[in-house]
């Protein structure tokens, strides 16, 4: 027989959220969606009567220092699948029911654990590390077990007839039917399970459209229900002992060149690429070290790695000598480079980006930055450091006219006081930038001082003068 | 040195100007500047304003009319030198406007050729091809009127631009003036103007960056500066122009329709013709002296102040009325005067209510005559359409309201400018609480969580101060309506309104009375609906022909006094509200005039000035009435000395604190904008020292100024209230000699009115009218009256089925056979489709033909039953393949009657039911079986209240039909509480409230323990603990189900 097990965590996302900011003040919390619906709370926030679907105004007359924060369907994701990727370890049919649940096949299981008490003891213990809030039951369909766990029936048992009596007992609400549906039933003055599966189908059929029947088919277990199970994800971990201790850094790169062919093959065989790798050395005495190697436009090529991750090996004191290495790469990137076409002569040239790679491998990445036109007219913000290779919004075809002000190339980052003679050729321009500082406005003018350099200076409205740059 | 600004733009240029009109010409006359053209962009909405500011004032500077266009690139500005310019600028805007969809406008082309009047300054864009091709084309057609207006913004690159303006302006021969484009009246606005623009831009600020301006030159800027940035011949010039630029809005005289006055008539002697006709049919037995010389006097000064047409124009109006049978009813200063009266304007009649009539039209008052004329909500569009076909819609058009930057949207939009997530702008919206008086809201901004330290909190406390009473678009007024003799787009722009086949004029009604220009107000009024629809019942049912007139004629009657007194006044005009209900056995009003005061003293204008109590005891004989001085005497003597209406404190201003007529005109005019503007604090000083000065008291004077400031916008004048009393007294009328045509009418006029059908059909029961539930075979669309034993019961219309298309109903009643319907399939066959027969299910309407709900619905649901598809809707839903299987078993299984294969509904199934279908229920209240169930354990009913002693503990539960929080009770809410018997008043102080947050908030059943409290007739329970009880009724039911 068939034994399924239902997780619904109510409040996944806000439960994470509350772990990853441990030491913060308690104070009621809620998510709210776009409609401004109440859809996960904390428990200070349930304690003070909030309730989900509960609109945003009533909330807050409710409890006034109600904190809210944007519900994320595409983070809740994230947490499910990771909650289900631990489960993995102990449980092997697993399916992620979004946005809140899993679907647990047992009775593979039960034979590995002998018994189902031992294994919902494994299982809740490894639930009640992970620390969210979860309701469970389990039930002899997907949709039964779904259907327990959501009224909190907590049923560990494969007991067919008592899953089935709580079955029957359900109330319309805790099923998949679709709200409008139940609101029929209602009408009809049905609101069991039971007394819907009382009902012939051919009455209902008579009354009702298919996704009534195949849900109760499936609910029964007449029909059968396809479940994407969990596939582990993809990663690359391997760990190599050293055949002898190394104490010099660049002779590491010998043995680190075997573990990135072994990654290579692998990215290879999955069509990969990836943009980091973890690299830990470890020491006798002293604890592991812990290298980050990245690249910007991703790699598969075990060359290209080993380079990088030379430059950065090149510098390395190490405080003892290397007895073995650990190459981890936690997530594997979408498809390999673009195949190039067999004429092309670039070969062998770098794009941006692998300079980019090779500079912040060698300089660090704080380092390295690119510039952008801002859109502002104080000149210190009009052009501002930014990503390197990213493109500002001047490159998005939208900049007006005013845009290209006649700057000068170089721009001082601090004005200097004027101390020089200069005629005047072009100005004022006046900028106040801020409605609320009228005081700190500049008339900036374009100069010439005597050795024929054009400065761009600017009067404060205290009649200083300051050079802010120079024209080229 | 001389300098005149022609191009300036308030904030009638939505979300572009910073600042008001008054504010420019104000600061405009500070600096020196010899005149100011108000150029808003495509609009003259702000230059009223502008208009009286200067004329208040006194501001010696002239006010030039003009507007800024933009077509593509061109962008110039209009100026009008005379009359015949400004209609031609209104023409343009008009057609400008009228080409597009509300609040935007489309200029052409032609628009610009036809100018023949107007002065052209036009301002070249910088982009070649267009400013050569432009000035060649202005140059060709309007030589001689035009001008390049040089602007100097100190912005990037300006001495080019300048240089190129100077060539072109040499090529094509154009003089240059220079003019400031100016957008604020102080620099200090920028950042106001910013945010406006971000609002405008539906983008934060700092996203805006250069979009924005770059800085503070285009504010009004001091002569000086003016001189060093200008050639001296350009300032010159400016001057030169404003020279030559005369036209004054006092010239703009209003010219009434002649078409109202028949050949070889004036309008005076038609006007007195048709009041002597009148005079015979409203005083049969002969006009008496008094009044007869009352008319004589209100004839003269109606033609001193030439205000003939004005009556005529209303009188024709009512004329159309009264034709079409539709009631009407007058209101307002000069519609309570005799020649009113005979005109058939309003049914106050003269012998009733002396007092009244003292105070027509005054001269020395200024204020023009105001009539409101009410019509029955339901028809009002008649009478519109009227207006439009007799007139056309290029002489009538609704007069403006100017949508103004109240707190939350200003808060909401200055909020999104600075970049505030909106959520938490809906939060604070929801939470700050205006009427604390305990915090303010800034204060309130950082108990919701902003740090009100932080930059972006003080910017956005300052900027919402600042755009309060900033308008942000133009609207229709409820039903102000300007009429002229030519065309009204020579008088003023018109544009279109939001609504299809609307246009509003570009002034609103403040405007038009500095202009001293006339409208006639069409409203809405349910109550009249209601009226006029008992009136027929009446005449149908009981043969009896009714008027308000007439009614009003009988004379004050006892008996229905007696059930005011009472306060049995559910559904009654006016005197039906809550704070109305307590009220009246205090007052206990016992004539026709009481009533005027009572519907005026419940109000936030004496409240707030405290003159309820003092009113009340001196009524009830506990004070003594007495007076400050004898001048005071005769403005308050009819009301014991205490003021209680509008005209009484506008009164008090002129004896008591000498405010001459024309300022006592400004104070009426604060008083209704002064939550808006704050415009009345400038009074409050004046008021109080005039008081003082003359002898009153400090805490009279101060307790006068409260009043004005409490009537604010809810100003109440006595002229109004005397309109709305007979109303009030014909509707508690009906309702004690007619109860069952009352409700019925009044039902079949919502939504009007304080009640809900619930409410209204138990109050009906409470009066021993019996309800008939609403049938499949005994129901029509409306409540009907159907004869039952020796009077009418009421039986529930189909208007009351939620869900039931008007549609569906018409085809059930056409089609139903004389011995009524006996089958579903007749029904379909009749051509009801399915959501109309399920609606008839839900409301329990098929119980005689296919059983109770339940059943009902089960087999509507059955697609098999309603083959061959007379149900077309369902058909549709389904796919092929069912139809097919389902039609093949059409045969096997003939269609036939299944009733009680479901369980028959609870009783309290049933209620819920009743409630979620037709919003009420006329079997058991929920509470009844509540209490039934031992649900409530001691709790006292509503009618057992009046057996409780006064200050004596009680529980009481009930539906919660009411939550109210009025402004004038600090901190109080009050609660209506429903049951099987009655409704309850219960108040929540404050603390109790916030103490008990949960229950007070979200229970549709509350339990309240409290005190109760009784003051004369008027009952109240004090809350203590409340407990939510709705889960109760969730749990008895076994399923939760929102209802009501």
Known sequence: MALFLYLHFPALQLDHLQQSAENSPQLPIALVDQQHQLMQLNQLALNAGLKLQMGLASAAALCPDLQLLPYRPAQQLKVLNNVAQQLYQLSSDIALDPPAGLFLRLDGMLQLYRGLRPYWQQLSAKLNKLNYRYLYSCGATPYAAKCLAKQQAALISSDTKQLSAALHASPLHATELAEPLQQQMARLGIDTLGQLLAIAPGELARRFDSQLLSYLGRLRGDYYHALDYLQPEPGFSRYLELLYDISDSTVLVRPLEKLLQQLEQQLGRANCQCHQLLLTLFFRDNPPLQLCIGSAQGEYKAAAWLELCQLQLQNLPLPEPVYGLQLDVNRFAGQQRPTEGLFQQQHARMSALQLLSILQARLGSAAVSGLTIQNQHLPEQASQRSLPLVKGDSAKGQAAPAAFALRPAFLLSNPQPLTEPVTISQGPERICADGWQLAAQRDYYIGRNRQGQWLWLYRNARQQWFVHGWFS | ?1044
């Open chain 2, 1 to 1044: 040195m001389d300098y005149a600004e022609l191009f300036c733009q308030s904030h009638f240029s939505f979300l572009q100007g910073a600042s008001s009109p008054q504010e420019l010409v104000t600061q405009a006359a500070a600096l020196g500047y010899q005149a100011l053209a108000i150029t808003d962009e495509c609009s003259v909405a702000g230059v009223v304003r502008a208009y009286r500011t200067i004329n208040e004032q006194q501001l010696a500077l002239k006010l030039i009319i003009g507007s800024v266009f933009v077509l593509d690139k061109l962008q110039l500005v209009l100026l009008c030198p005379d009359k015949t310019a400004y209609s031609e600028l209104c023409r343009i805007i008009t057609n400008a406007r009228r080409r597009s969809s509300k609040g935007e406008y489309q200029l052409t082309e032609w628009d610009l050729m036809s100018v023949k009047h107007c002065f052209i300054l036009w301002l070249p864009s910088g982009d070649l091809e267009s400013d050569h091709y432009w000035a060649q084309w202005l140059q060709k057609y309007h030589a001689g009127r035009l001008w390049l207006a040089m602007r100097r913004q100190l912005s990037h690159n300006e001495q080019a631009f300048t240089d190129y303006c100077q060539q072109v302006a040499s090529q094509y021969q154009l003089t240059q003036v220079s003019c400031g484009a100016v957008l604020m009246h102080r620099p200090e606005r920028l950042a106001l103007q910013h945010c406006v623009s971000a609002i405008r831009a539906g983008k934060p600020l700092r996203e805006l960056g250069r979009e924005l301006l770059s800085n503070a030159e285009r504010a009004l800027r001091p002569l000086p500066k003016l001189a060093k940035l200008f050639p001296q011949s350009l300032l010159n010039e400016s001057c030169a122009i404003a020279e030559r630029c005369s036209f004054n809005l006092s010239e703009l005289k209003y010219q009434y329709p002649a078409e109202l006055v028949p050949a070889g008539q004036t309008a005076s002697s038609y006007l007195r013709q048709l009041v002597i006709q009148g005079s015979k049919i409203r005083f049969s037995d002969g006009v008496p002296a008094r009044v007869q010389a009352l008319i004589e006097k209100e004839l003269a000064l109606i033609a001193e102040l030439n205000y003939e047409y004005f009556f005529l124009t209303i009188y024709d109006l009512v004329q159309f009325a009264q034709r079409r049978h539709i009631l009407y009813q007058g209101r307002g200063s000069a519609a309570n005067s005799v020649v009113c009266y005979c005109l058939q304007i309003t049914a106050v009649d003269p012998r009733q209510i002396q007092v009244l009539f003292e105070r027509f039209l005054s001269k020395e008052r200024q204020e023009p005559p105001d009539i409101d004329v009410d019509f029955e909500h339901e028809r009002r569009e008649e009478v519109i359409q009227y207006l439009y076909q007799k007139y056309g819609r290029e002489r009538a058009a609704l007069a403006a309201t100017v949508i103004s930057y109240r707190f939350k949207s200003a808060l909401r939009d200055v909020g999104k400018a600075l970049g505030l997530p909106v959520s938490q702008l809906d939060f604070l919206i929801k939470n700050i609480q205006r009427r604390d008086a305990t915090s303010s809201w800034q204060q309130q901004l950082g108990a919701l969580g902003l740090d009100s330290n932080s930059q972006t909190t003080r910017q956005l406390v300052q900027l919402v101060d600042e755009l309060r009473g900033f308008p942000r678009h133009l609207s229709q007024h409820v039903g102000g309506f300007v009429i002229s003799e030519g065309p009204l787009y020579e008088l003023v722009p018109v544009e279109n309104a939001a609504m299809s086949d609307r246009t509003v004029i570009q002034w609103d009604k403040d405007d038009l009375e500095t202009l001293e220009l006339l409208k006639v107000d069409v409203l809405a009024l349910g109550m009249l609906t209601a009226i006029r629809k008992c009136f027929e019942l009446v005449q149908q049912h009981y043969q009896r022909s009714l008027s308000i007139a007439g009614i009003n004629a009988l004379g004050d009657d006892p008996a229905v006094f007696q059930l005011i007194q009472q306060a049995d006044t559910v559904g009654l005009f006016q005197i039906e509200s809550r704070a109305q209900m307590s009220m009246l056995p205090r007052l206990k009003p016992a004539c026709y005039y009481d009533l005027v005061v009572q519907i005026a003293i419940v109000r936030p204008g004496p409240i707030q000035g405290d003159m309820v109590h003092p009113y009340l005891k001196r009524r009830n004989g506990i004070e003594p009435v007495s007076y400050p001085s004898a001048e005071v005497e005769q403005v308050l003597s009819r009301t014991m000395g205490v003021p209680i209406f509008q005209e009484q404190v506008i009164a008090l201003a002129m004896v008591a604190a000498g405010f001459s007529g024309g300022e006592a005109d400004q104070l009426r005019r604060a008083m209704a904008s002064w939550k808006k503007t704050g415009e009345l604090l400038q009074f409050k000083d004046k008021l109080i020292n005039g008081m003082q000065n003359r002898g009153y008291q400090l805490e009279f004077a101060e307790r006068i100024y409260q009043q004005i400031c409490g009537f604010g916008e809810y100003g109440f004048p006595e002229s109004h209230s005397a309109s709305f009393a007979v109303l009030a007294y014909v509707s508690a009328w009906l309702k004690h000699y007619y109860p069952p045509a009352f409700y019925t009418a009044l039902l079949n006029s919502l939504p009007m009115g304080f009640y809900s059908p619930s409410q209204l059909l138990q109050d009906a029961k409470r009066h021993q009218v019996t309800v008939l539930p609403v049938c499949v075979n005994g129901s029509v669309w409306d409540y009907a009256l159907q004869p039952n034993q020796q009077d009418y019961a009421i039986r529930l219309g189909f208007r009351q089925v939620k869900g039931l298309s008007a549609a569906g109903a018409e085809l059930l009643i056409q089609h139903r056979p004389a011995a009524g319907y006996s089958s579903l399939s007749q029904l379909r066959q009749a051509g009801l489709n399915c959501s109309d027969l399920q609606a008839l299910a839900s409301a329990n309407a098929l119980v005689s033909i296919s059983g109770d709900r339940y059943n009902s619905r089960w087999q509507l649901l059955d697609k098999q039953q309603s083959l061959p598809l007379f149900c077309e809707g369902l058909a549709e839903k389904n796919s092929d393949e069912e139809n097919d299987l389902a039609s093949a078993a059409v045969a096997e299984t003939p269609a036939k009657y299944q009733g009680g294969l479901l369980p028959a509904p609870s009783e309290l199934d049933e209620v819920l039911e009743d409630y979620a279908a037709t919003g009420l229920s006329l079997q058991q209240h929920p509470l009844a079986l509540l209490r039934r169930a031992g649900k409530l354990p001691r709790s006292t009913s509503v009618a057992g209240l009046s057996a409780v002693r006064h200050k004596s503990p009680v529980r009481i539960s009930g539906l919660v039909t009411l939550r109210q929080r009025p402004g004038t009770a600090a901190g109080v809410t009050f609660l209506s509480l429903e049951d099987e018997t009655g409704t309850a008043n219960v108040v929540v102080w404050l603390a109790t409230a916030q103490a008990q947050h949960k229950a007070f908030l979200t229970a549709k059943i509350l339990q309240v323990d409290g005190i109760l409290e009784r003051e004369g007739e008027v009952t109240h329970v004090i809350a203590g603990r409340l407990t939510d009880l709705s889960s109760e009724l969730a749990a008895f039911v076994s399923k939760s189900r929102d209802f009501h």
